[in-house]
């Protein structure tokens, strides 16, 4: 419940773009309509019945709308379907973040090794949902409130990789503009400040800064991220190179690993980083 009073709507729009997606919704969108219609059910006397509105219903068995995991189970319940509906999500899950994020989150979740070098923002895997919500709601044009949480949600989802066994290896390289502008305000920098210490104190995880009063790096000219996985496989990107694309190459991947190189070598310690984000926070 939200708190008007209001039922929160149950779901997010489904991108048209995304075939897969569109797919999979529409055919949990039918099993829904045609469980309610085999037991006499009107689209009305359902969303009564499960706490959501007649036109989020037909939204929703119409594939236009993403259903999320409570509102299955209680469809289940209403329609004593035997954990048939429940069971939907395991598709659903799949399905609920945008393409281009599902994506990324893919690689991030079959590497066993990941550096980052981000210049002017905080990388999405150290961010709260408080900064990220800070992040998307500055974004131009306006997110709408349906769009945004759909994006801070996904985000957050990416973290999962932090909880994976075995721990993969992550590196990352933040610049200290980053880390010294007070997205979202002073509690929220406060509280990202303190998520940053936490994770920095992770064994797989080593978090450097990139101080201001630093010399010309190669990260200059934008992010750099190179991903390894099991079967010795890699694939990077970044701003600076190969129009920004993904790459392969091995000649291109050694390049990108020779930048991101140079610039640790350049950043503080992680020691020497954690006090100074200590300091910040002492500022804040």
Do not use: C
């Amino acid at each position: 419940m939200s708190v008007d009073g209001e039922v929160a709507e149950p779901g997010w729009e489904v991108d048209p773009d995304d075939d897969w997606g569109v797919a999979v919704i529409a055919t949990v969108g039918r099993q829904l309509k045609l469980r309610r219609e085999a037991v006499g059910m009107r689209a009305a006397e359902f969303g009564v019945a499960v706490g959501y509105g007649e036109d989020m219903v037909y939204k929703i068995e119409g594939g236009k709308r993403i259903p999320r995991q409570e509102y299955l189970n209680r469809a289940d319940e209403v329609l004593d379907a035997g954990g048939l509906i429940s069971a939907t999500w395991e598709d659903v899950k799949r399905v609920r973040y945008p393409k281009k994020v599902r994506e990324l989150a893919k690689l991030e979740g079959q590497a066993v090794e990941i550096g980052v070098y981000v210049g002017l923002s905080l990388h999405g895997l150290l961010q709260t949902p408080e900064h990220a919500r800070a992040i998307f709601d500055a974004g131009q044009p306006a997110y709408s409130p349906d769009e945004m949480e759909r994006l801070v949600a996904a985000r957050m989802a990416r973290k999962s990789i932090f909880e994976r066994t075995p721990a993969p290896a992550l590196s990352f390289v933040q610049e200290e503009a980053a880390l010294r502008r007070p997205v979202g305000g002073t509690m929220v920098w406060r509280q990202q400040l303190e998520h940053l210490l936490e994770v920095s104190q992770l064994r797989n995880v080593t978090l450097q800064v990139m101080p201001m009063n630093s010399e010309a790096h190669p990260g200059l000219s934008g992010k750099i991220e190179v991903l390894k996985f099991p079967d010795g496989s890699a694939v990077g990107r970044s701003d600076g190179a190969y129009n920004g694309r993904p790459t392969s190459d091995p000649k291109e991947l050694r390049i990108l690993e020779l930048r991101y190189g140079t610039i640790r070598a350049q950043a503080l310690t992680p020691r020497e980083s954690r006090a100074f984000i200590e300091q910040l926070l002492g500022e804040a």
